[in-house]
């Protein structure tokens, strides 16, 4: 039997948009939340939350977006830090607990959230190694509640119906979800849609 890593890396996005085929093609991350989670017990062990001043000489930005998650241009000029510094402080987190070993990704729709964490990362020149396990609530969910979208799997989970999207409380949520479901697959027991 294969040895599971310790730690995994659970992230999620708040961006300016995003296109197809490429996610972070011509949009940019503008927030992210990420947790360090135990990768047994799915325990949050230690947060990190960010918001992302956006470079509007490289990146498209969607009003659509922007009302999903409330974060306007100008409360990122005031309130955000650059790409750079946001990218070694989520370099910091996954070198203290997970150090140089592939990255267990845990998220919601999980390929949209690697190709901004990508997208960050790239703007110090690190790449990162990714295990090719990752863990998406939406393929699981899909699966398990034939559900999909997050707001409904929250929801039928017991977690609080959500207003903006903050991408802390999305993550924490969907670690909460993926967790719910292991015990409740250890338990024998179903959610009731």
Known sequence: MSKIQQFGLAIDWETSGYSLPNYAEKHQGVSFGAIIFDMRTFNPVESLYREIKFIGDK???STGAERVHGLSKEH???NGIDQQHAAFELG?????YIGTEQIT???HRVYFDRSFTDQLMNSIDVRLEYNPTMIDSCSISTVLLEMTRSDDIFKCLGLPDRGKHNALEDIENTLFSIKQLKNY???GISCQK
């Open 59 to 61: 990146y498209e930005w």
């Open 105 to 107: 990704l845990l998220g």
């Open 76 to 78: 990122l000029a005031k």
């Open 92 to 96: 910091s987190l996954i070198l203290k």
């Open 185 to 187: 697959f250890i338990q």
